[in-house]
């Protein structure tokens, strides 16, 4: 099987190796340090300088981990004219060619302000993905391989359509649809808002059935279950691309981010900065996710 562009570096099955699968722990400290040093970079709006110095300090903190990179850059039309993206991707090899994808989107809603944080959305599911990539870095070969995955581009500009917002995670499934490695995907983790401080997982009724049982039953066998819910309905975001390209995907979101219970007053304003996380809430998606991870392979 032949993968194209830069998904070739990243899709192709690794040599095997003998070693298993070590264990290793997940860290919410280390995920909000992850959080705060990708924070300091305000705002990264898609097509600006800080989307772009966001993605050269991702793909330095995977290659730190030891994983092979690269930042795929492409351009798409957008409202306002043809824009440039950058997709920040890692491997970490496998001994089967089956793949788990591990994504976040890093880029923040334009026009907010001109140092609008993004704290939870993007900057908390980005901590959280790093810290599981250094989770899974440091157990050494698994069953399965990962591909680990900031995607630029999320956000739109005016309202969403084709040519605005899902930018990133539209070019990877179609990278990977056309290559003909979607019937090698296990699941497809997309993280967004995962950092509120009173966290309540709420997954959107478009994900995939299959990887949402094994959310909830990573949750059950950790006894945090009552923390994760299927929500009211479905949500536009970064896992609609994988699961219309017919991948298993799920969307691991809390959208009630905001002054009291049941808000989102806090989401694309001003007050989504650091002080409205938790650490704590970092850590119970990071345990869940790589409880599920373990499952699956």
Same mark, same amino acid.
């Given at each position: 099987?032949?993968?194209?562009?830069?998904?070739?570096?990243?899709?192709?099955?690794?040599?095997?190796?003998?070693?298993?699968?070590?264990?290793?722990? *997940?860290?919410?400290?280390?995920?909000?340090?992850?959080?705060?040093?990708?924070?300091?970079?305000?705002?990264?709006?898609?097509?600006?300088?800080?989307?772009?110095?966001?993605?050269?300090?991702?793909?330095?903190?995977?290659?730190?981990?030891?994983?092979?990179?690269?930042?795929?850059?492409?351009?798409?039309?957008?409202?306002?004219?043809?824009?440039?993206?950058?997709?920040?991707?890692?491997?970490?090899?496998?001994?089967?060619?089956?793949?788990?994808?591990?994504?976040?989107?890093?880029?923040?809603?334009?026009?907010?302000?001109?140092? *609008?944080?993004?704290?939870?959305?993007?900057?908390?599911?980005?901590?959280?993905?790093?810290?599981?990539?250094?989770?899974?870095?440091?157990?050494?070969?698994?069953?399965?391989?990962?591909?680990?995955?900031?995607?630029?581009?999320?956000?739109?500009?005016?309202?969403?359509?084709?040519?605005?917002?899902?930018?990133?995670?539209?070019?990877?499934?179609?990278?990977?649809?056309?290559?003909?490695?979607?019937?090698?995907?296990?699941?497809?983790?997309?993280?967004?808002?995962?950092?509120?401080?009173?966290?309540?997982?709420?997954?959107?009724?478009?994900?995939?059935?299959?990887?949402?049982?094994?959310?909830?039953?990573?949750?059950?066998?950790?006894?945090?279950?009552?923390?994760?819910?299927?929500?009211?309905?479905?949500?536009?975001?970064?896992?609609?691309?994988?699961?219309?390209?017919?991948?298993?995907?799920?969307?691991?979101?809390?959208?009630?981010?905001?002054?009291?219970?049941?808000?989102?007053?806090?989401?694309?304003?001003?007050?989504?900065?650091?002080?409205?996380?938790?650490?704590?809430?970092?850590?119970?998606?990071?345990?869940?996710?790589?409880?599920?991870?373990?499952?699956?392979?």
């Amino acid at each position: 099987m032949n993968f194209s562009n830069t998904c070739k570096v990243l899709l192709l099955s690794a040599i095997l190796v003998s070693a298993g699968c070590k264990p290793a722990s *997940f860290d919410g400290t280390k995920a909000m340090a992850e959080t705060e040093a990708l924070v300091k970079i305000s705002p990264r709006g898609a097509g600006g300088g800080g989307a772009r110095r966001a993605a050269v300090q991702l793909e330095s903190r995977l290659k730190a981990l030891g994983m092979k990179t690269t930042i795929d850059t492409f351009s798409e039309a957008t409202p306002n004219g043809k824009m440039h993206f950058n997709n920040v991707l890692g491997r970490l090899p496998g001994k089967t060619n089956r793949l788990i994808i591990l994504a976040s989107h890093f880029d923040t809603k334009s026009g907010i302000s001109k140092d *609008f944080q993004g704290a939870n959305d993007s900057g908390s599911s980005s901590g959280v993905l790093m810290e599981l990539a250094r989770v899974l870095a440091k157990r050494g070969p698994c069953e399965t391989e990962f591909m680990i995955a900031f995607l630029d581009g999320e956000e739109c500009r005016k309202e969403y359509g084709p040519h605005d917002g899902l930018h990133g995670s539209r070019h990877l499934a179609q990278q990977i649809y056309d290559a003909g490695g979607a019937k090698l995907v296990k699941a497809v983790i997309v993280l967004d808002m995962v950092g509120d401080k009173n966290l309540n997982i709420s997954v959107p009724r478009n994900s995939s059935r299959e990887p949402v049982k094994e959310l909830f039953y990573a949750a059950h066998e950790l006894g945090i279950r009552p923390q994760f819910s299927i929500g009211p309905g479905d949500i536009l975001d970064d896992h609609v691309p994988f699961l219309l390209a017919r991948m298993p995907v799920i969307d691991v979101i809390d959208f009630n981010y905001g002054s009291a219970p049941g808000l989102n007053d806090y989401w694309h304003t001003t007050n989504d900065t650091l002080d409205k996380l938790s650490a704590k809430s970092l850590q119970t998606v990071g345990d869940v996710v790589l409880k599920m991870i373990d499952n699956l392979q």
